[in-house]
């Protein structure tokens, strides 16, 4: 659990660290929506944390979350995981626009949706699971 | 489970292929074999009559007809006895194949016209492809006995489980010590269950009936009633499935449930759920009700009157009163003449409230008007600085659709002896993750003396105007404003005392505090003003400051009148809000100076 806490600490840290790909883009950009989102999804790790660790579910290639094996999430968990993934897909997708929207250039989601991309795939843990040119890789 | 059955039926049906049993071994392999069920190939069957006790093997690969592959299959009996005909045993059997492992043993008893089993599991575990039905670590029992009157079977059986957890999309039953006793008749192709119960474990007993094409695997009807179950458990179980991704799907519950509903020719027909002492929390903290009863019926065809009551509750931390509305849904839409929400010592009255589904996103529209609420009691229960006078209002229509609430009329709020006026009122997404509010505020003759004293801000007599434009807040902090507030027109006292005046110029300024006591003018408690005003053009965090009038270096905050008389000028034009704020929590340097004439 330590380990995964950790993990997530690091991609929060390379997250809103300074940004070489969008060298335009402030990805540290901070407005009260983005702090929402924030704190929405940091809470919702803890839930994610076991499933990206047993390949359940795996980080995709345009910065979202998929659901990638059914059968290695608990039974319990099974219900919720679908709901699960939506929502942080959700506010994912309100992250990005949120922090264009925060540098003032709502045009410039895709390039920050794409830059999210490769760094939660980068600063994944070994064991998670991630897409890459449409099929599934173990980090 | 479909694929679990085909492939049982195979097996038996190869078992009951094989008739010749004699001496001490019987072996049969078969290639291929085509039944109407599915195909089973390389098929190697084993009874050994050597030991004590015989044995069986059996392996094969079978192919239930919906499955694309063939899968590996192996049955092994510990004990084999077929003693009588009729009669098969097969006890510490274990059935093996992709996803299934199931240790069990069972009875078997067949006639012509007739069949019973009886079968033990242990600790089995099984899954179909998708993992949408899956169980693991169950032991139970299933019983089924058939009779065949009139080509018609009548049949009962019962499935009940001590240990293990089963999923079955959308339901989880994670507390073992459920059972299901169901009967019924088989005319093929129609499976009419005629009584069936599901006892859940923390829930209650369920009963229900079903028609069932087996061909097309159709379920014809379906009526399912609960008596008295546990709100907490049939929420869970059965309710939070269904409305997962709405704002009800992460609740705590509590209370007891009555819960029936029916499902004809593939529609839903009719369902209803009444609550009794239950309480609702949302576990993100946006709303809750407690000591709930409620009649919430249903039916496609008919009209239905809802009724809802509540003792206590809150909605964005506004706290509900003991409330009871009734309304009536007349298949997707919901109207009501009247609701009265109480709140406090007031109330918010809704008028002709019409709400519809559609496309599974909620629309509705109301009229609203506020019975009046104290002030004292709202900012106490907010937990602001205590404030006196009350919130009314008239708002001509409200209407939600889309994710966004937007109100079309003023709502008043008759504080600090003036009035504040929001128009222009509307909120992207209220309950979600990042609610967005935009309004427009209008301040009219607010008192001075009432609000600084509130605000602990040292005293300012006067009367004060303000008009917030074009307002937006993010997640209710806000982000967007161009914002002015100045002395209102017309004949009042104008005066501010030593401390206010300190803490203006402290609110951006050096030590000031310090400067008026160098001079004489520490000798007065209060000074006569002609004008405060402020400005703010808010975009993100940065606000762009003026005041009642501009100076070579900046603006005029508080212009003095008569002898002695204070300026307090303001010099910094772009100011962080976030600092800004922290700022009037600390007072501390800034760029503020106060000059004295």
């Known amino acids: 659990m330590q380990k995964l806490m950790m993990g997530f600490l690091i991609i929060l840290a390379a997250l809103f660290s300074a940004n070489s790909v969008n060298a335009a883009a402030d990805l540290e950009v901070n407005t009260p929506a983005i702090a929402a989102l924030k704190n929405s999804m940091q809470a919702r790790h803890t839930q994610l944390a076991p499933h990206y660790g047993s390949g359940a579910i795996g980080l995709t290639s345009d910065g979202l979350i998929a659901v990638r094996d059914t059968t290695a999430v608990p039974l319990r968990d099974r219900q919720g995981i679908n709901a699960l993934v939506a929502a942080e897909n959700a506010d994912r997708n309100a992250l990005y626009k949120e922090i264009a929207a925060g540098n003032g250039h709502p045009e410039w989601r895709g390039d920050i949706q794409s830059t999210f991309a490769g760094r939660w795939i980068d600063k994944a843990q070994g064991g998670w699971w991630y897409q890459k040119e449409g099929s599934w890789v173990k980090k | ?597």
């Open chain 2, 1 to 597: 489970m479909f694929r679990q059955f085909s492939i049982a039926c195979v097996l038996w049906l190869s078992m009951f292929c094989q008739q010749a049993y004699a001496i001490s071994t019987i072996q049969v392999q078969v290639g291929e074999v085509d039944a109407p069920i599915g195909q089973l190939k390389n098929m190697q069957f084993q009874v050994d009559l050597k030991a004590i006790e015989p044995t069986l093997k059996l392996h094969a690969e079978v192919k239930p007809i919906r499955e694309p592959a063939f899968i590996p299959f192996d049955l092994k009996c510990a004990q084999f006895n077929t003693e009588k005909i009729g009669h098969i045993d097969c006890l510490n059997g274990s059935l093996v194949a992709k996803q299934v492992k199931m240790p069990f043993s069972i009875n078997f008893v067949s006639y012509p016209n007739d069949f019973s089993m009886n079968m033990a599991f242990n600790a089995a575990s099984f899954s179909d492809e998708s993992g949408l039905h899956a169980g693991e670590n169950l032991t139970g029992k299933i019983k089924l006995a058939a009779k065949n009157i009139n080509r018609s079977w009548q049949w009962n059986g019962s499935i009940s489980w001590d240990e293990g957890e089963l999923f079955w999309q959308p339901f989880y039953f994670g507390k073992a010590g459920n059972k299901f006793d169901v009967n019924g008749t088989f005319k093929a192709p129609l499976l009419d269950i005629e009584n069936a119960s599901l006892l859940v474990n923390e829930v209650g007993k369920m009963t229900g009936n079903a028609q069932i094409n087996t061909r097309t695997n159709a379920v014809k009807n379906i009526n399912v009633s609960a008596k008295d179950v546990d709100f907490a458990g049939l929420y869970s179980i059965f309710l939070k499935p269904m409305v997962e991704k709405s704002a009800f799907g992460n609740l705590a519950v509590s209370g007891k449930a009555d819960w029936q509903f029916e499902i004809k020719n593939l529609e839903p027909s009719s369902f209803e759920l009444n609550l009794r002492d239950a309480s609702i929390e949302d576990k993100n903290g946006k709303f809750a009700l407690s000591q709930i009863n409620a009649h919430l019926p249903w039916d496609y065809d008919n009209a239905k009157a809802v009724s809802i009551a509540y003792k206590s509750g809150h909605i964005l931390n506004m706290p509900l009163g003991d409330t009871k509305l009734s309304a009536e849904v007349n298949r997707y839409s919901f109207t009501a003449p009247q609701l009265t929400l109480p709140i406090l010592d007031g109330a918010l009255n809704f008028t002709d409230l019409s709400a519809a589904i559609i496309a599974d996103n909620w629309y509705w529209h109301l009229g609203m008007h506020l019975t009046p609420i104290s002030m004292n009691e709202f900012s106490k229960t907010l937990d602001w600085p205590s404030m006196q006078g009350k919130i009314s209002g008239q708002v001509p229509q409200v209407s939600y659709a889309g994710k966004q609430l937007m109100m079309d009329g003023a709502m008043t709020f008759n504080v600090f002896g003036g009035t504040i006026g929001m128009d222009n009122l509307k909120i992207d997404d209220p309950l979600g993750v990042v609610p967005r509010l935009y309004a427009d505020l209008l301040m009219r003759n607010l008192d001075l003396g009432d609000l600084t004293r509130t605000f602990s801000f040292g005293n300012i007599e006067g009367k004060l105007d303000g008009d917030v434009k074009n307002m937006v807040l993010e997640n209710w902090k806000p982000v967007y404003l161009d914002a002015s507030i100045q002395t209102s027109e017309g004949k009042h006292v104008k005066k501010i005392s030593q401390r206010a005046v300190e803490n203006i110029t402290a609110l951006g300024g050096e030590g000031t505090a310090a400067a008026l006591q160098r001079t004489f003018l520490r000798f007065f408690k209060e000074f006569n003003y002609d004008k405060i005003g402020l400005s703010c053009k808010l975009r993100q965090d940065v606000c762009e400051m003026g005041g009642v009038e501009s100076t070579k270096t900046g603006y005029v905050i508080v212009k003095g009148r008569g002898i002695p008389s204070v300026n307090v000028n303001g010099y910094t034009q772009n100011v962080s809000l976030s600092d800004l704020l922290g700022r009037m929590k600390r007072i501390t340097d800034g760029n503020t100076k106060m000059l004295v004439k």
